[in-house]
């Protein structure tokens, strides 16, 4: 049992505080919340929304069936109202002859409170309402949410008492809707996906943070910011983007962990810094948080479309890692794994997200961080003290060069984005280089046959011929549709890729092949992740599913496009062939 | 002081066209950084790609060299994490002026506590003899055979313009002259810009030796460099005297100062507990 619910509005409605309090009301009332934006790229007007499923399990796909609509204007219900099941609930204060419209008038008790902005809380305390939450919770998230504004506070409880007095009065249960069963789980937290990107660099141990501020990734330069007095983190805003990754490579030479967050474009301006990040062996980690481009794009919409760019960036030859966080858990752990990759290895470390991940929220377990890495791979001045002689590009096996930073002794830390010698001091003969770009290479060995992250885990059914392979925020989508149609009868394997690079070929060679059919199932233009599978383990899928418009995938688009390739009958029932 | 005379030697052979004035002004670092009692770990030099840039390389300091026109950036991310460094920034006018133009002037705003030391030739030496963006107007030069069609940038009146807190000028013919203003340079707190005339002795035939010998003057005890409109006449009016000295003081809040940080709060020493975190969950319950 779910609620499928989309508040809709202009920019400037108050719609994404509407669902975080409409989610955190449920959260607190024992259920699982799971919600995704979509926005334009303005700040008044125009047509937004936020979808938002509340239920007692924990599937986190995107769906684009709703039974409760809340729209806050006359375009949202023009938009959206066809779309809304059947035996769905409208609540507006438009599309009044629309037949299943709750009558309320959500506009006119707010008007009557004293503040019309005040109509998302109307709406909200309708589907709290409707949804068996108790007026308490929502009665407390708005004094903490209004906390200090008394004048405020007091109209939008009196909004809510109306509304939750209406809605009761109209007795709505003939839609279908039933309060769903649950209990409250303490441990819960509330989160945004930039949100436990941000979380993820604190635990991560960041302790300097510079971008330029570009869609969908401000918002996690914008919480490191709100949290540096508390954390000590400094958030420096860089003039632009260029400079952000300059800054980056000098605080991490200097010895702070360094992080900067960018999109395509802003991206684009780094790849220089990105290459000197990877001569001179600072650590880096680097957010993408992926828009459709070319040039600007669709600066408020998603898309899978950077692998390659994150892949190629920068020239000449260094290693990389690419990861990529497959849910909102995900986008904590793998942030704060990235610093001590990064460290330990040297290297730049890119974490791709997308506007899908970084403004869907989510209820989660809280994330643990007793696994995570305390310890620095820095040299510390003890063991600095103890050496006669420092050279910053120690010629070594393993290809990583011990990393003293500079000040802490008295040896001088060299480093120069000209090709080096040992000291770190420019030279151009043969045998240095050859030196250098062997040892960058055989530390690129070095990190491809580490154990960055976990092996990837074939999820569900193995006994079967079709493997889907995803990568990134595309999992918990493809997670539920393989889910349904297994439910169906039909028989998929499912395969999310983390970890892009290095990619351990043996292993994905070795499932591949266990299969008859495999897809790949990705939200770009030309299946990035299949060209590389192509190039790196020779092999070629059977069927490629892509997105192109900006949007997430759904669970029903997705349904349609699989039960393409294994047959199965949408209408119900098992598999065809 | 501690004998630091020759602590700064590297013994890196030195790649620069003999009589390039870098050499003074090499020498008149290493004087200066024996003069503030600096020893070389103490010392963070950043630069970027020319032949202004290679400096660090010949001085036995810590050294960032990194992209061109970006080094004022790595030695701000730099000062940050390391605020206990003395950061000084040998970039040439190309890099400074040019290629990093928009971090000049945001370092400006930013006032973090960085030398800026700009190697003024007029001219592109290491890509063969280009106009610099202080290349003078009308000027035959490699991609401009007719003249360059730009007129030059003028960095003192820019700087004066913006509030720079420090803004000064020295010539690599007056090595002596040019070690104090380095001195003072990095004893101010906050962004200080020295910029230093030297002729290109490959590729410019005007501006020699002889030339900035001739048209420099010192500026003396009566001159009030806190006088702001004093100072921009001094670098805008139409004059073939070229004034060296400290152009223009004032008193600002550095970075650490208006961002509230203290020298001693300084991100590299920042140990990693991942259970910090913990602390900020509260607030998304």
């Known amino acids: 049992m779910e609620y499928n619910i989309r508040i809709a509005g202009e920019a400037g409605q108050g719609i994404q505080s509407a669902a975080a309090i409409l989610g955190k009301a449920a959260m607190r009332s024992g259920f699982h919340v799971y919600g995704y934006m979509d926005v334009e790229s303005r700040i008044r007007g125009g047509l937004n929304f936020a979808h938002m499923r509340i239920s007692s399990q924990d599937d986190e796909g995107v769906r684009s069936d709703y039974g409760i609509l809340m729209a806050l204007s006359q375009k949202a219900v023009d938009a959206f109202c066809e779309n809304l099941r059947e035996d769905g609930v409208l609540i507006s204060s438009h599309g009044r002859d629309h037949a299943n419209r709750m009558p309320v008038d959500i506009e006119q008790i707010a008007a009557d409170a004293g503040a019309k902005a005040a109509v998302s809380t109307a709406g909200v305390s309708c589907i709290c309402s409707l949804a068996g939450i108790d007026q308490d919770v929502v009665s407390k998230l708005l004094n903490e949410k209004f906390q200090g504004r008394r004048e405020i506070l007091e109209i939008n409880l009196n909004v809510m008492r109306s509304a939750y007095e209406a809605a009761g009065k109209t007795g709505d249960e003939g839609h279908g809707l039933r309060p769903l069963p649950g209990t409250a789980k303490k441990d819960r937290l509330f989160l945004t996906g930039h949100e436990a990107v941000a979380l993820g660099a604190v635990a991560g141990g960041v302790s300097f943070v510079t971008g330029y501020p570009m869609s969908p990734a401000t918002g996690i330069l914008n919480d490191i910011a709100k949290w540096s007095r508390n954390t000590g983190i400094v958030m420096e805003q860089s003039e632009d983007e260029i400079a952000a990754v300059n800054m980056l490579a000098g605080a991490s030479y200097a010895g702070a962990r360094a992080m900067t967050a960018t999109s395509g474009g802003g991206f684009c301006l780094m790849t220089e810094g990105v290459s000197l990040v990877g001569m001179i062996e600072v650590p880096a980690v680097i957010v993408i948080a992926q828009r459709p481009g070319p040039a600007t794009g669709l600066p408020t919409k998603t898309a899978q479309g950077d692998l390659h760019l994150a892949l190629h960036a920068g020239h000449g030859f260094f290693p990389r890692v690419i990861l990529a966080p497959q849910n909102i858990p995900d986008c904590f752990e793998i942030t704060a794994r990235a610093f001590d990759i990064a460290e330990k290895y040297q290297v730049p470390v890119f974490v791709l997200t997308d506007q899908l991940l970084q403004d869907s929220f989510a209820s989660l377990v809280e994330p643990r961080t007793h696994q995570l890495q305390r310890e620095r791979h820095l040299l510390d001045a003890e063991s600095l003290d103890a050496m006669k002689t420092y050279r910053r590009y120690e010629n070594t096996d393993s290809g990583i060069s011990p990393m003293a930073v500079p000040g802490l002794s008295e040896h001088v830390v060299v480093v120069d984005s000209d090709e080096h010698d040992e000291n770190g001091h420019l030279i151009e003969d043969a045998l240095t280089a050859g030196k250098m770009a062997r040892k960058r290479l055989r530390k690129a060995e070095t990190v491809r046959k580490a154990h960055i992250l976990p092996a990837p885990v074939i999820e569900d059914d193995e006994d079967t011929d079709h493997l889907f392979i995803s990568w990134g925020s595309s999992y918990e989508t493809v997670k539920e549709t393989l889910k349904g149609l297994r439910r169906r009868g039909a028989c998929c394997a499912h395969l999310n890729l983390r970890q892009l690079w290095p990619l351990d070929t043996e292993v994905l060679g070795r499932i591949w092949d266990r299969y008859k059919s495999v897809t790949i199932i990705e939200n770009n233009v030309t299946g990035e992740l299949c060209t590389l599978l192509e190039t790196e383990l020779k092999r070629t899928p059977d069927n490629l599913i892509k997105q192109v418009d900006g949007r997430p995938f759904s669970v029903q688009d997705l349904t349609d496009a699989v039960s393409d390739i294994i047959h199965v009958r949408t209408a119900g029932g098992g598999e065809k062939k | ?285």
């Open chain 2, 1 to 285: 002081m501690t004998d630091l005379k020759n602590a700064y030697d590297s013994g890196v052979e030195i790649a620069w066209c003999p009589g390039c004035g870098n050499f003074a002004i090499l020498k008149a670092l290493k004087d200066a950084l024996a003069r503030l009692d600096l020893p070389p770990h103490r010392v963070l030099l950043c630069s970027g790609i020319g032949q202004a840039p290679k400096l660090p390389h010949y001085a036995h300091v810590n050294t960032f060299d990194g992209l061109h026109g970006r080094e004022v950036s790595a030695a701000t991310g730099a000062k940050i994490a390391a605020g206990d460094l003395t950061v000084i920034v040998h970039a040439g006018d190309g890099g400074a002026y040019g290629e990093g133009g928009n971090h000049f002037i945001h370092a400006i705003r930013r006032n973090i506590d960085i030398t800026l030391i700009v190697h003024d030739n007029k001219y592109y030496g290491l890509t063969k003899g280009q106009a610099s963006p202080t290349g003078e107007q009308g000027t035959a030069v490699g991609l401009q055979p007719g003249g360059i069609v730009s007129s030059p940038l003028n960095p003192l009146a820019l700087a004066i313009s913006q509030s720079c807190g420090f803004v000064a000028q020295g010539a690599s013919h007056d090595a002596d002259g040019l070690s104090a203003l380095i001195v003072e340079a990095v004893r101010h707190r906050g962004f200080s810009l020295l910029n230093v005339l030297q002729p290109c002795v490959t590729w410019d035939r005007a501006h020699t030796y002889a030339y900035y010998r001739e048209n420099c003057y010192r500026l003396d005890g009566e001159y009030d460099p806190f006088d702001r409109s004093r100072a921009f006449d001094l670098v805008t009016m139409d004059s073939e005297k070229i004034p060296l000295g400290v152009i223009y003081r004032q008193k600002r809040a550095d970075w650490h100062e208006a961002a509230s940080r203290g020298s001693r709060d300084q991100p590299r020493d920042r140990t990693v507990d991942p259970a910090r975190v913990h602390e900020l969950f509260g607030m998304f319950r």
